[in-house]
């Protein structure tokens, strides 16, 4: 199971992540100069059953919500990070919006900080969070509160996660293989890695594989799945596949590219959709609407042409044509997020 950390700046997403796992998942040096995430972290957390659990661990400032973006897909379970001083704030709310549009339907909310509150104010805290989720897919989600610094319900939220897990089990294995790639890098001695979440399918070593949207052919010659070695990877699995070809490297792949089998690559820059504007969005979208366009861990300018109406009006669902700039590697039955062109505010 994937669990995709979301919730406001500086309300301790990483912090709590490191007090359940023990990594931190800040790697950047401006990250820890900082204090803030700015790219995504990723972490490890083995069950007492023997499976994996993964950690995505997004950034909450609103000038990097295009990098929570390339985290949040593929994640199976939120855990939904409210500070217990701060309590719902705006990037609360618009992240509890991506992973309800995104379909996530699992999740957990770890009340932080209540070191620093009275029980006045952590009562005030719930009510607070509990009508944040009345209106989305987690509205049932358990509230359990935790401090980072004192260790306070940090083996609660543990055991829920672990009891969470179990009753998800693993994602089904069928279809054809895609990997949303988020990074990628040169280690020495091994070449060209990348990493992302297995989207469906899986893949073994010695299996050819085509980078899309670009078209370059490559094989993998090796396999990390949940952060061990492993001679396969399959849907729900964070995988690092070490790929090999004659025009492999570091720079020919990019966030937003996915690795998959031969015969899914067909890429396009016109897609049919269902679209679901936020009720929240004060404006209707018409006709060559400009917006951007978030599909697995790619970002894309695109332009929305209304087909079943003139306008798609706030609250309403509808079906378009998203016209993008470049071609992407998406797949029918694929969830999207669109967001202003500015990066301001999530539309639908």
Avoid at 127 to 132: F, G, K, M, P
Avoid at 188 to 194: I, R
Wanted: proline share 5%.
């Amino acid at each position: 199971m994937i669990v995709g950390t979301a919730g406001h700046v500086d309300h301790g997403k990483t912090a709590l992540v490191r007090a359940l796992t023990g990594i931190d998942t800040d790697r950047l040096q401006e990250e820890k100069t900082r204090g803030i995430s700015i790219d995504l972290g990723f972490a490890y957390l083995p069950t007492p059953d023997g499976p994996i659990l993964g950690f995505v661990d997004v950034p909450g400032h609103e000038r990097f919500i295009r990098n929570m973006l390339a985290g949040a897909t593929g994640i199976d379970f939120v855990l939904l990070v409210v500070a217990a001083d701060d309590g719902v704030m705006p990037q609360t709310i618009e992240h509890l919006a991506i992973v309800d549009l995104l379909g996530v339907e699992c999740g957990l909310v770890a009340l932080t900080k209540t070191d620093l509150v009275s029980p006045e104010r952590l009562s005030e805290a719930k009510r607070e969070i509990a009508n944040a989720l009345s209106t989305t897919r987690i509205a049932a989600a358990e509230i359990v509160p935790v401090s980072a610094v004192t260790g306070a319900g940090i083996d609660r939220l543990r055991d829920e996660l672990f009891i969470a897990a179990r009753a998800f089990g693993r994602r089904a294995t069928a279809g054809r293989f895609r990997l949303a790639v988020d990074r990628s890098f040169t280690l020495a001695g091994t070449g060209t890695v990348v990493t992302g979440t297995v989207l469906s399918g899986s893949v073994a070593v010695g299996d050819p594989v085509l980078v899309s949207p670009s078209g370059i052919e490559a094989h993998v010659r090796s396999i990390h799945a949940q952060n061990r070695p492993a001679a396969t990877g399959q849907a729900g699995d964070r995988c690092a596949l070490n790929l090999a070809g004659r025009d492999i490297h570091k720079d020919a792949i990019a966030r937003g590219d996915v690795v998959l089998d031969p015969a899914l690559h067909a890429p396009t820059d016109r897609i049919d959709a269902s679209l679901r504007l936020l009720l929240s969005e004060p404006k209707k979208l018409g006709a060559w609407s400009p917006v951007r366009l978030h599909h697995a861990a790619a970002d894309v300018a695109a332009r929305v042409v209304p087909l079943s109406e003139e306008t798609i009006g706030p609250g309403m669902q509808g079906v378009v044509q998203h016209v993008l700039e470049r071609p992407i590697a998406a797949v029918a039955g694929d969830r999207f997020v669109l967001r202003d062109t500015s990066g301001q505010r999530t539309l639908g």
